[in-house]
Nanobody, 127 residues
Framework: QVQLVESGGGLVRPGGSLRLSCAAS????????IGWFRQAPGKEREFVAT????????YYADAVKGRFTISRDSAQNTVILQMNSLKPEDTAVYYC????????????????????WGQGTQVTVSS
């Protein structure tokens, strides 16, 4: 059974940083494309970032480009989302997801393109 578990969320002041982790049980994150999405209250879930199966390809939403970094820690079987220069508009529940294959979906911004989801971790940016 594929399970994804996010951790690392919390409350941070504007300009601060958080490091989110996506861990897996039931399978190895290696050889699987991984994505991060977020959902703010009253809004639709939106794409944040994705990383290819070997870490060689990354793609970011314009809203987070230059501030967020997605990476792999194969030794820990996790995918990391390092979030710097956080803004109040980054407040949301953050979800990791996988297509279940090595390929990033051709339409990675679409929620339905991804197959497995974690339960999410809350990130709140507030002074």
């Amino acid at each position: 059974q594929v399970q994804l578990v996010e951790s690392g969320g919390g409350l941070v002041r504007p300009g601060g940083s958080l490091r989110l982790s996506c861990a897996a049980s039931g399978f190895s994150l290696d050889y699987h494309a991984i994505g991060w999405f977020r959902q703010a209250p009253g809004k639709e879930r939106e794409f944040v970032a994705t990383i290819s199966w070997n870490g060689g390809g990354t793609y970011y939403a314009d809203a987070v480009k230059g501030r967020f970094t997605i990476s792999r820690d194969s030794a820990q079987n996790t995918v990391i989302l390092q979030m710097n220069s956080l803004k109040p508009e980054d407040t949301a529940v953050y979800y990791c997801t996988t297509s279940g294959t090595a390929l990033v979906p051709p339409d990675p911004l679409r929620v339905g393109a991804w197959r497995y989801w974690g339960q999410g971790t809350q990130v709140t940016v507030s002074s």
